[in-house]
């Protein structure tokens, strides 16, 4: 490892990698602003839907909003910058506190702090107060079209819209209407608050967009208060004007909603008297192969029982990557290595799972542990005796100190693939006749293979010999070295080997369960029966390790417990997948 261009081969379509706190166009129109005194400080905010959990996509988002706090703070001590956590609460039917809480565990975890956690639902009551001030202004007004109508009159890209009939109801009876909305007077679907923009403008969003609704249902923050909820469009600029966001950033998708960002503020400004006049800029969403990203099909998936739930280890959740192993560092780096771009694109899986191989290299210590056991009987070894080999958690180029001993004796395991009965010429692991060097131990020789009625290897019986402990005898090449565990030591385990998601790229486009089908039947492989060397018994939770010529591991947080392990695969400690794709 440690070529940090080894996935620009295998990538699809992913920008070059970046190295952190590079500049990019955001933090320039940032730069831009200070220079020109438009601002004196950096306020950001990041505002998920509490609707499901967070996934790598947020990560980018919360890596560029805290991550400019963070960075401002640093450069101008004095100027206040910071960044709000805010969930964007405005649709009470699929929202939920379960998910607020699962989304303020995932930022923290991802290593950021927020200054203020506010809701949108904290500004109902001035937005709408907002809204009478509109209609009395006569910008917006009460339309009692019913959905299909409005549909019809919204007119399509190419043509223009017609006026709703309602357009010219007068400012009292707009009130009043709006009035009674709020008091309950109506089902949901009667009436709904509309800006008075213009039906025939080129941008749709900007064709008298709806600012309010009737929905009749519980809020989770606000209970049975309301029973109108503000839109997006209007409660989001809102949102940010009253915080005194400085810049309000994105995904691309609402690039055409800026306009009427633009048009509730400039349209509120004066009259709210707003301590900032935010503006919204909006950045590539991050998309990565061979997984889905939307909270739709990830709910789809949880909901359907296709995975364990929101944390399973096959999910690109926040939770799911914490509890495969992988490491917020892993993560940043791998936000960072994106870049923040203007178009979209697709990065490959292999990006990331680089990035945390190269952070477990630097953190996780190696030990042995063999997933799919076959017996090894040392004949010339003694019955009883048992020997402490000094064995080094650290490869020579990690500068980190520590070692623990591995006991050897007379039986040992091996990898099932470690051994083959006829092997091809290239074959440097152990086969009838053949030598292998044991890890740290002494090198054997195959002399004797048990076979049973079906020819299946039961138990293969070597002889050791005793002057080739640690190195080879002068004089003679062993080539392989394999890892083994003592069998009579060994503590027996469970291993979870995760791998991509999906077996394709990317989801069939089409219908929408469809992506279901793409599910890989390997994504998840139980292996019981592992053995891990001794030292691993004890492996605490969120432990994590490198399998030596395996991959990296962890002790899973739910299932593993002292004596009983149970160890995920966070990654493989090569990019397999591409191989096996190649071949
Ligand atoms: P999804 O589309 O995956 O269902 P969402 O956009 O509805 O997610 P929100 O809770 O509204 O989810 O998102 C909170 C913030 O995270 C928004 O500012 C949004 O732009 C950003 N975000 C969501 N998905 C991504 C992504 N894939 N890449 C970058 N930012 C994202
Ligand atoms: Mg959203």
Sequence with gaps: ??????????????????????????????????????????????????????????????????????????????????????????????EDTLFEDGIQEDVRWLGFEWDGLYHASDYFEKMYEYAEYLISAGKAYVCSLSDAETKEYRGTVTSAGKNSPYRERTVEESLDLFRRMRAGEFKDGEHVLRAKIDMANANMKMRDPMLYRIRHTSHHMTGDKWCIYPMYDYAHPISDAIEGITHSICTLEFENNRELYDWVIDNLIDYAKFPSRPHQYEFARLNLNYTVMSKRRLLELVEGKHVSGWDDPRLPTIAGMRRRGYTPESIRAFCASVGVAKANSTVDMAQLEFCIRD??????????????????????????????????????????????????????????????????????????????????????????????AQGN?????????????????????????????????????????????????????????????????EALQTLTGCKLERSLAEAKPGERFQFERQGYFVADVKDSKPGMPVFNRIVTLKDSWARSQKK
């Design 1 to 94: 490892m440690g070529n940090p261009m080894f996935w620009k081969e295998i990538t699809v379509n992913s920008s070059a990698p970046a190295p952190a706190k590079a500049s990019d166009f955001i933090r320039d129109i940032i730069n831009e602003d200070l220079q020109a005194e438009r601002h004196q400080k950096v306020i950001t905010r990041f505002p998920p839907e509490p609707n499901g959990f967070l996934h790598i996509g947020h990560a980018k988002s919360i890596c560029l909003n805290f991550g400019l706090a963070y960075e401002y703070r640093e450069k101008l001590p004095e100027s206040g910058s910071r960044c709000h956590l805010r969930f964007d609460d405005t649709d009470p039917v699929k």
């Design 359 to 452: 952070d477990l290299n630097q953190k996780a210590p190696r030990v042995l542990a063999v997933l799919k056991p076959i017996k090894i009987v040392i004949e010339n070894y003694p019955d009883d005796k048992v020997e402490e080999l000094e064995a080094s958690y650290w490869p020579h180029d990690v500068p980190k100190e520590g070692t623990r001993l591995v006991p050897f004796s007379k039986e040992i395991y091996i990898e099932q693939d470690d051994f083959m009965l006829e092997p091809p010429k290239d074959y440097f692991r152990l086969a009838p006749g053949k030598e292998v060097r044991l890890r740290y131990a002494y090198c054997i020789t195959c002399k004797e293979v048990i076979q049973d």
């Design 457 to 521: 290897v039961q138990e293969v019986r070597c002889t050791y010999d005793p002057e080739t402990l640690g190195a080879n005898p002068v004089g003679r090449k062993v080539k392989g070295t394999i890892h083994w565990v003592s069998a009579r030591h060994a503590q027996d385990a469970e291993v979870r080997l995760y791998d991509r998601l999906l077996s394709l790229e990317a989801p069939p486009a089409g219908k929408d369960s469809e992506f279901l089908n793409a599910i890989n039947p």
